[in-house]
């Protein structure tokens, strides 16, 4: 985040998550483009719901 703020920049504790996804997210938007960035997104956060969180073999 350093260019971002002519400078460096630390976030740090509970903010620091929200940074980071919030970062990630601008980036598939900036490298993907606006609708298929969106699509990542939306199709993230339903395989969270949809597979299983422990696997069994």
């Not at 985040?1 to 900036?30: D, K, Q, T």
Request: with cysteine.
């Amino acid at each position: 985040m350093g260019n971002l703020i002519c400078g460096r920049m630390v976030v740090e504790g509970r903010l620091a998550p929200f940074v980071s996804i919030s970062l990630y997210r601008m980036h598939l938007m900036a490298i993907h483009g606006s609708l298929r960035g969106l699509g990542m997104i939306v199709m993230g956060h339903v395989n969270q719901v949809v597979r299983p969180e422990l696997k069994l073999h």
